[in-house]
């Protein structure tokens, strides 16, 4: 049964190297390209390779999220597969493919809708409250990118990916999504996280209020008395709306980004143990949340001249 279990999973790795790493080639380039022209990027003259911070972005792509991905999948299989250590290969293919659970009797394509729209709701309140004062000192080292572009996708702490789309995948597996629906939307992810940290000025006009674009989730890049406490979805900026948290004012692009912390390190291995040292603080001291402004209902917002 073993070795059924390590062909499958590793047939299913496969997949996922094959289409993983094309699209996030193309989308790459892509946001590059079009970045070189002013009137498409968000903060003109600044080039991802310029990046102040773009070593340790480096590093945290190198040893943590270049594997992720694999790592991900490949421990959710074996510890789904595990829990089946009586089951057939024949079993253990269709769950694979099928899923167990209330949600297993759907399509793929419905299982693929049901976890993007189940998980980005879920991810929306795990962004949230590490912005409270337990979990900030995690999710600080995401927002320490003083540039922000496709590389902050990658910056992360261990403890922040762990909690975030490892728990929520795992989560979707109970509920009976397939691991083959998970490996296939990996990809579309990735993606998305490269789209949302480009250096555009793309709102989507009317759809600002549906999806996340790179000028929300910019916003919420900047310090807490600005952005930085709102605009919390991964994916679906329709959360944002729904729970008061959207953002982007009309009339300005959000240009300073960082965190509110000059004692903050600028090193990869100090920032991994960050966290540890110090007492927890929250994202929004000394503000509240309820204090920032609110972007709700606002028009196209315009280049910084």
Known sequence: MWVS????????????????????????????????????????????WRNRGLLVDACYWLTLQCVAPYFRMGLLILVATFAMAFAS??????????GRGPVSGLSFWWQAAFYLLASDFLLYWIHRIFHGASLWRYHAIHHSAEDVDWTTAYRFHPINICFGTYMVDVLMLYAGVSPTALLWLVPLQTVIALFVHAN???????????????????????????????????????????FATFYMPPDRLPARYGVDDPRFPAGFLKQL??????????????GALSGLPSGLGSARPQRES
């Open 273 to 286: 143990v960050y966290p540890f040292t110090g007492r927890g603080t929250a994202a929004n001291e000394p």
């Open 89 to 98: 290969p024949a079993e253990i293919d269709d769950y694979i493919n099928h």
């Open 200 to 242: 555009l000025n793309w709102t989507l006009g009317p759809l600002r209020y549906v999806v996340a674009t790179p000028v929300f989730h910019r916003w919420h890049h900047t310090l807490p008395d600005e952005g930085g406490n709102r605009n919390f979805a991964p994916t679906f900026a329709f959360w944002d709306v729904l």
């Open 5 to 48: 279990v390590q062909g499958i999973v590793a047939d299913k790795l496969l997949d996922l190297w094959s289409s993983l790493y094309p699209g996030m080639l193309v989308m790459i380039a892509a946001c590059t390209a079009i970045t070189l022209f002013s009137s498409q990027a968000c903060n003109p003259g600044k080039v991802w």
